[in-house]
């Protein structure tokens, strides 16, 4: 007992007086597990820390992309880590599996039965999975806007079956969604620094009395570490996924190299996001020695003021590390696109078009990063401008904003190069 109210203590200091049951409001937060015990955690988000208790009757979900689901195989979920070479086995309960799509517009509930029933499909956009629960079946109504079936993992594509017809449950109309498997895990699985959140609960005396947890695993960025090396985080969308190979070469026995559990979008991901990415750093093995990061393509129809802001909060957050800051400008939008033009009435830039980032993007953080002058720019964008001719002659000439091969390594090389002049002199 002693050691949860110490827990809960450390997490933020609870008010004098406790409002009464009646009055308790139901409340979300989300973000890094920071500590666990028995029968308590505290998460942290960027307006400070959340006390959480848990109860007999809280449920625990893991919550996945539905791509993962392709990679349940003889009872076990493998789960691989964004942006790491890390994977997770989670063995699923046997038996039956209750497969729930809830509508959350009533006013749509005719329509998604239409479609049901004249393309035998459902979209899986914010499936439940119950595993090891038979479910009693219903079509969609009214009164109780859900399809529950009996989910079918091993057809291809998945199904739902309800009242003896089974319905193709996919997004074969594109995007992308997340699912909560429940009876997977449990409390006890709510382990720190390798988990972020979402708690559903009930707010009593500035503690949320959870009613469900669903955990994000992040994997542990120490799990491959040398103790004996520093450890640097880069902060990037998909470019930087593009020179992580580069990067990782020419760092190679000098840096323990990580990258966020994700692809970082845009700045305003970076500022909802970047608490949970820094992880546990006031922690011996946990700390950051350089953090090199870049918002821009996700951006590019952003306003100066909002992107700002976004920096700023961003910045913030990381100089609170210690670490060596290093800001990466973004990459050129190519020839392909057409050219950017003037900003719209909102002060908004002309979103992805050939010189966007030249004429508004990188100047833009370029102001925010002179109020700061303790982080240094590695400039890929003029590195891709000098070299337009020869090794980016392709690139300029097309309509993609990637880099493959030798182009993607090569900026990994020259953002390393810069990594090497600031830590050590190179």
């Keep these: 007992m002693l050691k949860t109210i110490l827990i809960l203590a450390s997490c ?8 009464q049951e009646s009055e308790a409001p139901s409340v979300t937060v989300q973000g890094l597990v920071t500590s666990h015990d028995e029968k308590s955690m505290c998460v942290r988000h960027p307006d400070g820390q959340s006390a959480i208790q848990w109860t007999d009757q809280t449920e625990v979900a893991l919550e996945v992309n539905t791509r993962i689901l392709g990679g349940l195989r003889n009872g076990v979920l493998r789960y691989k880590v964004h942006s790491s070479n890390q994977v997770i086995d989670f063995a699923l309960p046997k038996g039956p599996i209750t497969g729930i799509v809830n509508i959350r517009r009533k006013h749509q509930v005719e329509k998604m039965l239409a479609q049901a029933h004249d393309e035998h499909w459902i979209p899986e956009s914010g ?6 629960e038979k479910p009693t079946e219903q079509l969609p109504s009214k009164e109780d806007p859900r399809f529950v079936g009996l989910w079918n993992p091993t057809t291809k594509p998945r199904t739902l079956s309800i009242k003896g017809k089974n319905y193709e449950i996919s997004l074969k109309k594109g995007g992308q ?17 390798v988990n972020r959140a979402r708690v559903v609960g009930r707010n009593k005396g500035g503690v949320i009395i959870a009613d469900e947890i669903h955990v994000q695993p992040i994997g542990d960025q120490t799990a491959k570490d040398d103790p004996k090396l520093p450890r640097y985080l880069f902060i990037g969308d998909s470019i930087s996924g593009n020179y992580t190979r ?3 070469e020419a760092l190679a026995g000098k840096f323990n190299l990580h990258h966020p559990p994700t692809n970082c979008g845009p700045s305003g991901k970076g500022k909802s996001s ?3 990415w820094l992880g546990g750093y006031e922690q011996k093995g946990r700390h950051w020695d350089v953090i ?3 918002f821009g393509h996700w951006d590019a129809g952003n306003n100066k003021a909002a992107y700002q802001a976004n920096l700023e909060a961003v910045i913030g957050q990381l ?3 210690g670490a060596e ?5 973004t990459c050129p939008v190519p020839h392909g696109f057409p050219p950017a033009g003037d900003l719209n009435k909102d002060g908004k830039a002309p979103k992805r078009t050939s010189g966007v980032m030249e004429k508004y993007l990188n100047p833009w953080a370029l102001e925010v990063m002179k109020r700061h002058p303790a982080i240094s720019i590695c400039d890929q964008w003029q590195y891709v401008k000098d070299n337009e001719t020869e090794l980016y002659k392709e690139f300029w000439a097309g309509k993609n904003v990637h880099f493959r091969g030798a182009p993607a390594d090569k900026l990994g090389h020259f953002l390393a190069a810069h990594v090497l002049k600031v830590t050590r002199g190179d």
Excluded at 12 to 19: E, I, Q, V, Y
Excluded at 177 to 193: A, G
Excluded at 325 to 329: A, F, K, N, S
């Design 292 to 294: 090199s990061f870049n």
């Design 246 to 248: 580069g990067l990782r």
């Design 319 to 321: 100089e609170k590390t």
């Design 325 to 329: 800051l290093i800001w990466v400008t």
């Design 127 to 132: 499936l439940v999975l119950r595993f090891g």
């Design 177 to 193: 969604t997340n699912s909560l498997l429940f009876n997977v895990i449990d409390t006890k699985d709510c382990l720190p620094f």
């Design 12 to 19: 933020f200091n609870l008010p004098t007086a406790a409002p």
């Design 274 to 276: 970047i608490v949970d």
